[in-house]
């Protein structure tokens, strides 16, 4: 079998750190400009710096990159992580159109795997809904 028929895992795929750093930030200037998403910003800190690196760190490591954010948080899940937040289906709804909006913004090259990180990060957002 040629060496090239190796997959690529989807951290390579979507475009690395760099594509996963530029949708955290988009991410986040949606979150913090349209007011459609007023009601999930007000529940984020002031600041959202921290948020747009942890996030971005958090997706690298879960796309298959370095998982530097998975070793500085030994045995954390996402669920279990915001498990002290009261999401609604309306919050859970918008930061899922955000993210959507976000990956097609900045367009990673590869369409399908874009759709797939898409289509899955929606699911796990719906999924905290309570
Ligand atoms: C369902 C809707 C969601 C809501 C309402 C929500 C809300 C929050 C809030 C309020 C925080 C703390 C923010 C702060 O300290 O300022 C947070 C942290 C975080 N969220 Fe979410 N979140 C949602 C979905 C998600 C999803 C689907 C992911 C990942 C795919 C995610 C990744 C993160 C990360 C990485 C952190 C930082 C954790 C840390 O290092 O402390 N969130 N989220």
Not at 65 to 85: A, I, T, V
Not at 95 to 103: F, S, T, V
């Amino acid at each position: 079998m040629a060496t090239d028929a190796i997959a690529a895992s989807p951290f390579e795929r979507i475009g690395g750190r760099e594509t996963i750093e530029a949708v955290s930030n988009r991410f986040y200037d949606l979150m913090d400009s349209d007011p459609a998403y007023a009601e999930l910003r007000a529940m984020h800190a002031p600041d959202l710096t921290r948020m747009r690196v942890e996030l971005a760190r958090f997706l690298v490591g879960w796309c298959g990159g370095p998982r530097d954010w998975f070793e500085d948080n030994p045995g954390k899940c996402m669920m279990s992580l915001h498990k002290p937040f009261t999401i609604s289906h309306d919050v859970a709804g918008q930061w899922a159109e955000a993210m959507q909006r976000a990956i097609a913004d900045v367009g990673p090259v590869d369409a399908q795997m874009a759709g797939a990180l898409s289509s899955v990060l929606s699911d796990l957002s719906l999924g905290m809904a309570r």
